[in-house]
Nanobody, 115 residues
Framework: QVQLVESGGGLVQAGGSLRLSCTAS????????MGWSRQGSGKQRDVVAR???????NYADSVKGRFTISRDNAKNTVYLQMNNLKPEDTAVYYC?????????WGQGTQVTVSS
């Protein structure tokens, strides 16, 4: 079993930045693709960024050029740097694994972007 704990959410004005962190209870990044998903109020949960075990990254079109996913293997931590935030980025953000079943999920962290 793996526990994932997110942090770094909060309230920010449009155009601002936040960095989310997700720390795993053990070393898993050499095994799993890691992702960040988000779910806005009344909306479905969508993957916005992912990073493979080999370090390849991929982004949803809605965040491309503004968000960056990275990881620190020594700290068992995945990051999501979010720049130029928009009100439509408001959501609960979740860290999770992507290439295993059942996937491991964090508890989520709220990001609110005010206009």
């Amino acid at each position: 079993q793996v526990q994932l704990v997110e942090s770094g959410g909060g309230l920010v004005q449009a155009g601002g930045s936040l960095r989310l962190s997700c720390t795993a209870s053990r070393s898993i990044f050499s095994i799993y693709t890691m992702g960040w998903s988000r779910q806005g109020s009344g909306k479905q949960r969508d993957v916005v960024a992912r990073i493979t075990s080999g370090g390849t990254t991929n982004y949803a079109d809605s965040v491309k050029g503004r968000f960056t996913i990275s990881r620190d293997n020594a700290k068992n931590t995945v990051y999501l740097q979010m720049n130029n935030l928009k009100p439509e980025d408001t959501a609960v953000y979740y860290c999770h694994t992507l290439n295993n079943a059942p996937a491991y999920w964090g508890q989520g962290t709220q990001v609110t972007v005010s206009s």
